[in-house]
């Protein structure tokens, strides 16, 4: 009588060929990782916020600002430079995207940088 | 007839006995355990922010996910396949900064052109560029029967190390690309058509038609070839497939082109979507798109997967993560989330797998 | 060696294994079986491929778990759970297919799991216990390697013999030999055989399984011989001649349990000459198949049966050797070429190589014939929908629709599913590489039943199989393999076991 292979050919292939594990640990595991996930969140909801920082390229120094989601920033002092005039808040170092504090809201942590216009005369 | 069904597994499950209910339940509750955990995310998140159910918030995660879909259809060729590709992502970053450097006004890669060639040849070149990068995939992984994860790490490196020379030529200086054509962005961005509300009115960009047509033909190319038959049959046992007369490299060879390509329409979206193409575009997007698969329930078994599955993982991740980000969750933080939704998708996939052995 | 002819009544019995049985399901693979093993003794166990042999052994050492009856070890009871277990406990296997950690040093194999400690306070591993160790085991058994070598650079025979000093090592009282010499040389046999004397004069009992009778005859004490699962007769090794075990293991007698022939024998259309394979010890086979016949291959395990169908049909690399179908050269050089020549095949390892087990009914019906169900460029779901019904109403396969995956039905209905398959690609030529493998005994006639209706439909088949009742009821003519070679053809009709089996040890 021919023995089923059952017992020695893995039935299932793919990536989980190898895997040996019983139901019941993995059922341990999914709970571990579902609540380490709800923590995760909670804790990331709880501290919630995006930092704004403000990077003056030589120029005094700025606080950063924590803001939620879809809000202004906060009004602040603009930053001084010696010998030269302040020309705004842009998105890039490089100053082309520029960001108006009027009317663009925070959807995300970033780094606003400061554009200088030298002073005449 | 679906009510019938209803009842007679309500008559069913009430005939189990205690101990069965027990597991049954606990079954339903682990296996759906993401698709759960998503749904209480999403309440609790529109009662703190009401705005998130609101019409604008409902169209950008649509947006969003019509964005992401055509990478996620890719990938999930490869999945079906057991395999995985992580090149994904500097594809999209290479075919974006292609079609940015060549559909602007500006010029800086190419400092001797004056004008940007027709849309249809820049996009015919990227989806070229993609499937060659896919099709050096697809060899490796189908004659040299190298582990995807191993081919696909180094091909992008490889893609990587290209984008920031192209990046370095002409004039540009490694700079991001922007400075993009009309024609292009209204081609991707313009307006389908508008929604109006309250306050105004909401638009719906034309790039969720493209995705559109692609899950279409996407499903087709899965359900309706001989190619996506021989696929599905590659992926569930590959020596069976063999023996029944599937030519296995070229399956395995056309599943990476057709991702390759996929990247490559994904890429050509986002340069116009994000109105700028630099070194780190499309960073980490094969870790959302197959994210998404595996809840979708593309499974790394091989052989398991739908093209609607992919759709619904696709905007059930992009629905959690624009809530986390209404509540303003922290960036690095996300990363945590992500990566623990990847493990939980595929425990919960290999539980699947493993109960009914 | 010369047999040793100590009366072994007077010895202590060592192992006893009674009334085992095993059951996996519709199969009995074992039923009531007896085995004693006396110390100081070489005993044989002999049978058929599938006799229940291996299966025995595995009940010993846990792999698998008796339905019912008891082992005793030295007149405890024992019921082991792992070959780790059993180890511990004395009772040791050497595998046919040695399992080594090859690129690792003879002794790092040797003490695997065990690794000698430095002392009790330090728990890094001894280098030098483990080479002295070692190296005692080995001037016991007068075995020359040095212990530092690595495994991947000794032969299969220097590598077979570190395997009996790791079960020396572990100071066993039973020592297993499962097919020990099927890789050796003649001196390397003689050099074995004066380990196992040197064993049994310890005080050993030794269990040899061995398919070749001189050997048998020449090394064991006692033969046990099962046949079916059973156990047929335990006899003095000198009681017993070289016809007289092959009669007690084939036999059994023919029941009805094969359908009437009636298919006619026509022309030859299929012409094999002198092919050899590249990788396997495939010989140069030469042979012709008719129109409307069962041709069936018998054999031994690694005769080479399998590797004839696999180089037939081009899914193993031929060296050399032509194929005409009608007289015309095919040249089969994969799967894809031999389905277009109109060869179709069922391999061995249904699991393996034959079905997409979470794949549905219709997807693994038809997806050899994709081609035919194109309508302009796509698949029409109707055209597959009817010839998947088709093949299961012409195989008859139970199954609840065809949106049901195919690991759910059982392994007769999932043959059937795979026979639909290749039956949709119009064959002329069908391979069949143990069709009725791990299925139960209904569904084998039917399966039979189908062969039978193939052949009448004019279809050449050609069927291996390790059950000969089954080869002797189904086929017409049968070609025996040994060794890699074609050893003899015989008719069907006119045969009996025992001559294939004498043709089947010729040149094993």
């Known amino acids: 009588m021919e023995e089923p292979k059952q017992e020695t050919t893995p039935q299932l292939r793919g990536l989980y060929s190898k895997v040996k594990i019983s139901v019941r640990s993995l059922n341990i595991i999914i709970v571990v990782l579902v609540a380490l996930l709800v923590a995760c969140m909670a804790y990331g909801i709880a501290k919630g916020g995006f930092r704004v920082s403000f990077d003056t390229q030589g120029g005094t120094v700025v606080e950063s600002q924590v803001r939620m989601h879809g809000e202004l920033l906060e009004k602040m002092e603009p930053p001084t430079r010696e010998g030269f005039e302040f020309d705004g808040w842009y998105l890039d170092p490089g100053g082309t995207v520029p960001w108006d504090t009027d009317t663009d809201t925070v959807t995300e942590s970033m780094t606003l940088y400061a554009k200088w216009k030298e002073k005449n005369g | 007839m679906a009510e019938n069904k209803i009842k007679a597994k309500e008559q069913a499950f009430k005939e189990l006995s205690s101990k069965d209910k027990t597991k049954k339940i606990t079954d339903l509750l682990l296996n759906n355990a993401m698709y759960i955990i998503i749904i209480l995310a999403v309440i609790y998140i529109s009662i703190k922010v009401p705005a998130f159910l609101k019409l604008p918030s409902i169209v950008n995660v649509i947006s969003l996910t019509a964005a992401k879909l055509p990478i996620a259809l890719g990938i999930g060729g490869c999945i079906v396949l057991t395999g995985t590709d992580i090149s994904a992502g500097r594809v999209v970053g290479l075919t974006a900064c292609i079609s940015a450097s060549l559909l602007t006004t500006t010029f800086k890669v190419f400092p001797d052109m004056t004008s940007a060639p027709p849309i249809i040849v820049v996009l015919l070149t990227i989806i070229v560029a993609g499937g060659l990068v896919g099709f050096v995939n697809g060899f490796s992984v189908a004659k040299f029967k190298l582990h995807p994860f191993i081919v696909t790490l180094s091909t992008q490196l490889i893609v990587y190390g290209i984008i920031l020379m192209y990046l370095m030529r002409g004039t540009n200086n490694g700079q991001t690309l922007s400075g993009l054509t009309d024609g292009y962005r209204s081609l991707i961005t313009g307006t389908l058509f508008s929604i109006p509300t309250a306050t105004g009115s909401v638009a719906v960009p034309k790039y969720v038609l493209y995705s559109i047509l692609l899950v279409i033909l996407m499903w087709v190319i899965w359900n309706k070839t001989t190619f996506g038959k021989n696929m599905f049959a590659v992926g569930s046992n590959e020596e069976a497939a063999n023996v029944s007369g599937v030519n296995v490299s070229k399956t395995i060879i056309m599943v990476f082109v057709l991702a390759g390509m996929m990247y490559a329409v994904t890429g050509f979206l986002d340069g116009a979507r994000i109105a700028s193409a630099n070194a780190n575009t499309g960073l980490n997007y094969e870790c959302d798109a197959i994210a998404a698969c595996v809840i979708g329930g593309v499974s790394f078994v091989g052989g398991i997967g739908r093209i609607s599955g992919i759709v619904v993982g696709v905007l059930l991740l992009q629905i959690i993560f624009t809530g986390l980000n209404f509540l303003a969750v922290d960036a690095n933080m996300l990363y945590i989330i992500k990566g623990l939704i990847i493990l939980i998708a595929c425990a919960i996939d290999m539980r699947k797998y493993l109960v009914k052995k | ?508």
């Open chain 3, 1 to 508: 060696m010369e047999k040793q002819t100590v009366p072994s009544e007077n010895k202590n019995v060592l192992l006893r294994m009674e009334g085992i049985c095993k059951e996996f399901p519709g199969v009995k693979a074992l039923d009531n079986v007896n085995l004693t093993v006396k110390a100081g003794t070489v005993h044989a166990l002999m049978g058929e491929n599938g006799a229940g042999k291996s299966t025995l052994m595995k009940c010993l050492f846990g792999v698998y778990n008796k339905n019912s009856g008891h082992i005793y070890l030295e007149g405890k009871e024992i019921n082991f759970k792992t070959s780790k277990e059993a180890l511990e406990n004395g009772v040791a296997m050497v595998h046919q297919e040695l399992n080594q950690a090859l690129k690792r040093n003879v002794m790092d194999n040797m003490w695997l799991g065990r690794f000698p400690k430095i002392s009790k306070w330090c728990p890094l591993t001894s280098e030098k216990k483990m080479y002295d160790a070692t190296m005692k085991v080995f001037e016991e058994l007068d075995v020359h390697v040095d212990p530092k070598t690595v495994m991947s650079r000794m032969p299969v025979s220097q590598r077979q013999m570190v395997e009996i000093a790791k079960a020396v090592s572990f100071h066993s009282k039973v020592i297993v030999f499962d097919e020990p010499t099927s890789s050796l040389t003649e001196e390397e046999v003689d050099h074995l055989f004066r380990i196992i004397n040197m064993l049994r004069d310890r005080g050993c009992g030794i269990i040899y399984i061995s398919h070749k009778m001189e050997e048998i005859l020449r090394i064991s004490d006692e033969v046990t011989i099962m046949r079916d699962g059973q156990w047929v007769a335990t006899r003095p090794a000198k009681e017993l001649t070289m016809n007289e075990i092959i009669r007690l293991m084939v036999g059994r007698e023919l029941t009805n349990r094969y359908p009437e022939k009636d298919n006619k024998v026509g022309e030859p259309i299929l012409q094999v000459k002198n092919l050899t394979a590249q990788y396997s010890l495939l010989k140069d086979v030469s042979f012709e198949a008719k129109a409307g016949e069962v041709l069936g291959v018998a054999g031994l395990d690694g005769s080479g049966r399998t590797e004839l169908l696999e180089n037939i049909f081009g899914i193993a690399t031929r060296k050399e050797g032509e194929i005409y179908l009608h007289g015309k050269r095919v040249m089969n050089r994969n799967a894809r070429e031999s389905l277009a020549n109109k060869f179709a095949m069922l391999t061995e390892e249904r699991r393996a190589t034959g079905i997409f087990g979470i794949r549905d009914i219709q997807a693994n019906t038809t997806i050899s014939s994709l081609p035919k169900y194109k309508k302009g460029p796509f698949l029409s779901d109707k055209l597959m929908s009817e010839s998947t019904e088709w093949g299961i109403n012409a195989m008859r396969t139970k199954t609840p629709s065809q949106k049901t995956q195919i690991r759910s039905l059982s392994g007769g209905n999932q043959q059937k599913v795979i026979l639909a398959r290749w039956l949709l690609t119009s064959p002329e030529v069908l391979l069949l590489d143990e069709p009725t493998r791990g299925i139960d005994v209904g569904a084998k006639y039917e399966i039979y039943q189908l062969i039978l209706d193939l052949a009448k439909q004019g279809k050449t088949i050609i069927m291996v199989s390790s059950e000969m009742p089954e080869l002797l009821g189904v086929c017409d003519r049968i070609l025996v393999m040994s060794g890699g070679r074609l050893s003899g053809e015989v008719d069907a009709k006119e045969t009996s076991q025992e001559d294939i089996m004498t043709l089947a040890t010729k040149y094993a």
